[in-house]
C-alpha cells in the first residue's frame, strides 16, 4: 500500500476525537510531502537538527511536534516553530521551554511524558509526579508553557492485555488531572504502529504512527 493509503486507511478507524500525528523521523522529505500531498497536516520528529532541516525545506503549514527525548540545551532550535512538544519528563526541561518561548513571545504547548512502560530506559513522571505538579501550582510557575495534556507508552510487549490496562491507567490519570486541576486539559498522545487500535479504543486522543505509514525507518 502506499503512504496515501496507509493514511486513508488510519483515519478511517479513528473517531473524529482522535488526531494521526505521522512520524517522519528518519524518513525523507520526499515521503513526508507523499502524506502531505494526501491530507495529512501533523507529523513528529525525534532529533531537532532532523526536525530543523524537514521545517525549513517542506510546507509551511505544516504543525510540527517533537516527540523524543528532548534536551534542554537542544529546546531553544525548535522553540520558534514546534506546535506540541510531546516530551516533557522533568521540571528543569519545562523552566527552559518557559525560558525560550519567552524569548521567541510565544506560548508553547505541551504535554507531561508518563513513565508507565516496564523498561528502564523510559523516561517520565510517575502518576504521583503529575498529581503533585497541580496540586502544588508548579505549572502556573511557566506562563509561557500550556499543558495540553498527557503522554505515555505502554510497554513492549505481546501481551496485549497488559498494554490495555496500562494505555487504561494513563486514560484514568488524564481524566483526573480534567475532573480535578485543568478542564483545558484536551489531549492525551498514546498508542504507535503496534498498538494504536488498542490505545483508541482506551481513550487516546492522539496516536502516533510511523512505520504503519512509512515503512521501516531509513
Known amino acids: ?10 483515519n478511517s478507524r479513528l473517531p473524529e476525537t482522535t488526531k494521526l500525528l505521522a512520524i517522519s523521523k528518519y524518513h525523507p522529505a520526499s515521503l513526508i510531502k507523499e502524506a502531505y500531498d494526501a491530507g495529512q497536516r501533523i507529523f513528529g520528529e525525534s532529533r531537532e537538527q532532523e526536525l530543523t532541516q524537514k521545517q525549513a525545506e517542506l510546507p509551511k503549514d505544516i504543525e510540527w511536534h517533537f516527540i523524543g527525548h528532548l534536551q534542554t540545551n537542544k529546546v531553544k532550535y525548535i ?49 504521583d509526579d503529575v498529581r503533585q505538579l ?8 511557566y506562563p509561557n508553557v500550556r499543558v ?4 505515555g507508552m505502554a510497554s513492549y ?54 512505520s504503519f505509514i512509512f515503512g521501516d525507518r531509513v
Not at 516553530?81 to 524569548?103: C, N
Not at 497541580?134 to 510557575?141: E, H, N, P, W
Request: net charge negative.
Open 1 to 10: 500500500m502506499s503512504v496515501a493509503e496507509n493514511i486513508e486507511y488510519i
Open 79 to 127: 522553540a520558534p516553530y514546534v506546535a506540541l512538544i510531546h516530551s516533557v519528563d522533568s521540571i528543569r526541561l519545562m523552566e527552559e521551554i518557559d525560558k525560550q518561548a519567552k524569548k521567541c513571545g510565544r506560548v508553547i504547548d505541551c504535554l507531561l511524558e508518563l513513565h508507565v512502560a516496564q523498561e528502564e530506559t523510559k523516561f517520565g513522571f510517575s502518576f
Open 134 to 141: 497541580y496540586k502544588d501550582g508548579v505549572l502556573a510557575q
Open 148 to 151: 495540553r495534556g498527557l503522554m
Open 157 to 210: 510487549t505481546d501481551d496485549k492485555l497488559q498494554v490495555r490496562r496500562e494505555f487504561a491507567s494513563i486514560y484514568a490519570l488524564y481524566s483526573e488531572v480534567r475532573e480535578k486541576y485543568d478542564a483545558n486539559v484536551d489531549t492525551l498522545s498514546m498508542g504507535m504502529s503496534g498498538d494504536w487500535k488498542i490505545a483508541v479504543e482506551e481513550g487516546s486522543t492522539m496516536v502516533r504512527i510511523g
